[in-house]
């Protein structure tokens, strides 16, 4: 075979695995929402292709061209160093497992020539339609189940109860949905939107019943966070604050209806008054004690670390210290991944999360990315009364959009 048609040959296995690791970052991007077991096949596709399309490509222009998506990479460097000093080894290496697409998939990514606008645009919409679906499908389930349970099949984890993601998880996805929706719906009249605007704000509406369903507290006040930045937007674009402050008060008038007369919705907002009741209902003050478990060991732990093998083993102890039977019976994690990585790493490791964290942000606002900016603000918040990245969903959603948002930077030439 000549040269020109060997390279004629490797140009259309190119072409082709191209394709295919597009697709399957798709069909990951689909199985987000329904499962954290489901994504991982479609992945494992993603990976072998964006690796084999790199390869047959121009992967050291890719390089260049993606450097900024490495950047991901320093939330791997304190895993390691928390697997690194863990006494015990193979209980550590449980946590390099589950991080481990945080520094694959941006090297296996950043191999293969960036995506464009409309490639990206088409990536985002699937993850905003298979949100939408499993909404919609929890619903249907829940209306099935409320012939049996009553109002009951509506609330919390019996929403969601045919998956096995937590529902501050599905929070954070429906709350990302809604960044992304309001971001199409108020940009400029001439680009061409994923929707009309009504049914747009139909969906949003529709959205905001579910987390109220679910009480996802963090992620309900996350998506009000968002209402307010874009109504704000749309006030400071178009000088229309009346049609806004109207709009607002339809919204909280609906919202304020719907919670007063769903008695499961306000059973679980009674809880909260609750102090001295420390169950799995009442999030807030089981959070709250899992806290002051947290607050007494970092004076100890803080500056070097205690390991990702250890950690769960000193909260335990000073959970049975405390009196809080259920953060022992259910081994509670830290419920914020700040503390988690300050226990686990110690300072130095904390410090490469907020490198990273306030590098995408700089770059953000230098380029007025506001997907990326959205994503951040999503993934922050949600992180400040999760652990995210201690399992295989949180990784997946940080690790998935990081790379595709950085990936639409400019190119920064040397």
């Known amino acids: 075979m000549s040269v020109s048609g060997w390279r004629q040959l490797v140009g259309i296995f190119h072409q082709y695995t191209r394709l295919a690791w597009i697709s399957f970052l798709g069909a990951t991007l689909l199985c987000l929402p329904f499962h954290k077991i489901f994504p991982v096949f479609p992945l494992l596709l993603t990976g072998l292709f964006a690796l084999l399309s790199g390869l047959s490509g121009p992967c050291i222009r ?4 993606n450097k900024r998506m490495l950047l991901g990479l320093l939330l791997y460097i304190p895993a390691l160093y928390a697997w690194y000093i863990s ?15 945080l520094w694959i998939f941006p090297v296996l990514l950043a191999m293969n020539p960036r995506l464009s606008a409309k490639q990206i645009n088409r990536l985002l919409q699937a993850f905003a339609a298979a949100t939408v679906l499993f909404v919609l499908t929890s619903l249907v389930y829940a209306t099935w189940q409320y012939l049996h349970q009553g109002y009951d099949a509506f609330s ?4 969601v109860a045919f998956t096995i993601i937590h529902p501050s998880y599905i929070g954070m996805f429906i709350d990302m949905t809604i960044a992304l929706l ?7 009249i001439h680009d061409r939107r994923w929707l009309p605007r009504k049914w747009t704000l139909v969906i949003v509406l529709l959205l905001f019943v579910f987390l109220i369903l679910l009480t996802a507290k963090n992620a309900m006040l996350l998506g009000m966070l968002l209402l307010v930045i874009a109504l704000f937007n749309y006030v400071r674009t178009t000088g229309k604050w009346k049609q806004a402050a109207l ?17 499961t919705a306000r059973e679980r907002f009674t809880i909260l008054l609750r102090y001295n009741d420390v169950s799995y209902e009442n999030s807030v003050n089981s959070r709250a004690e899992t806290w002051k478990a947290v607050s007494q060991l970092i004076p100890q732990y803080g500056w070097k670390g205690a390991g990702s093998g250890e950690l769960q083993g000193l909260l335990d102890r000073q959970y049975e210290q405390n009196g809080f039977d259920l953060g022992v019976k ?16 110690g300072i130095g490791g904390l410090l490469l999360y907020l490198l990273c964290f306030g590098t ?9 990315d506001r997907m990326l ?11 400040l009364t999760e652990s995210m990245l201690k399992t295989q969903s949180g990784v997946l959603f940080f690790t998935l959009f990081h790379a595709i948002f950085l990936m639409q930077l400019p190119v920064k030439r040397d």
């Open 360 to 368: 995408g942000i700089w770059w953000a606002v230098k380029y007025r």
């Open 87 to 101: 006494p015990d080894k193979n209980l550590a290496k449980t946590d390099l497992q589950v991080k481990f697409s």
């Open 330 to 345: 259910e081994h509670h994690n830290a419920h914020n991944q700040y503390f988690q990585t300050l226990l686990e790493s």
């Open 156 to 159: 919390y984890k019996k929403l």
């Open 62 to 65: 890719s390089f260049q061209e």
């Open 182 to 188: 309001l971001l199409d719906m108020f940009q400029p």
């Open 373 to 383: 900016g959205a994503f951040l603000l999503v993934f922050l918040f949600s992180i």
């Open 247 to 263: 709009a607002s008060l339809i919204l909280c008038s609906l919202l304020s209806l719907f919670i007063a007369f769903n008695p």
